[in-house]
């Protein structure tokens, strides 16, 4: 780490307030160029810290950058972990205010619960396959605290991954009913088709990501625990979204997921 514990409080309440206040700030890198990943991961779990003082639960865990491509892009070997809060959970159907965001973008994506600790290092598919409780459809609301979602990956993850909001549907499947990285998504804003995807998409397999959340947070000392709601990353390439849109995703041999935004 680069930063002292004083400077990672300064900048985890600066990034939040930027959250709570609806306002954006430029990347805290522009500040800080030599911080390195400890300093975002410490800067993000400040954050998560203020809002659990606060008694804010926290709802599950996500991934981001789980796309080869993007990865490549960003120049980065692993993806990007995160936290959920129970205010983002919105129910499926819902309406969703965007005055709540600065400029949102959603992500069609498939959700999992466990019902076994998952455990690293070595966690692998099969240890994962094993602990999937049910799958779900689930669409992912980001929303980067940054100007113009301008930001390089050490921002990012203090800025907890863009994390804002998640909506699940109401239908679900174990995991043997279903093959994951074939399972077909599509999404569409306003009656129209946006993107198309399928599971694979996510490291090859969205239990791969899993797995690798758990050996990620096996290098901090943390496991994840029986009954984690995860979302296991994009499977769709982001869209931003404004108030007046209806976006409806359908996910092959679970169902469907909506809102609209007001």
Known sequence: MTLSKEVI???AEHVENAELNK?????????????????????Q??????KQDRGTLIAGLKMGLTSHAKMK??????????????YGSYADGAEIDTSNFIHPRIEGEVAVMTNKTLKGPGCHIGSVLAAIDFVMPAIEI????????????????????????YVTGSNMKRIEELD????????????EIV???????????????????ANMLAERGEEISAGTFIMTGGITAAVAVEKGDNINMRCQDIGSVSMRFV
Do not use: C
Not at 23 to 42: F, L, N, Q
Not at 195 to 213: D, K, Y
């Open 9 to 11: 409080a300064q900048l």
């Open 23 to 43: 306002k954006a700030i430029t990347k805290i890198t522009d500040d800080y160029p030599d911080m390195d990943w400890e300093d975002a991961y410490a800067i």
């Open 45 to 50: 779990y400040a954050i998560r810290k203020r």
């Open 73 to 86: 892009q960003m120049g980065v070997e692993t993806p990007v972990f995160g936290f959920l809060t129970d």
């Open 142 to 165: 980001i929303d980067s605290r940054y100007e113009n979602f301008r930001f390089d990956l050490k921002s990012v993850i203090a800025d907890n991954t863009s994390a804002a909001g």
């Open 180 to 191: 994951l990285p074939t399972l077909g998504v599509v999404l569409e804003k306003n009656g």
């Open 195 to 213: 993107e198309l995807g399928a599971g694979a998409a996510v490291l090859g397999h969205p239990a791969a990501s899993v797995a690798m959340l």
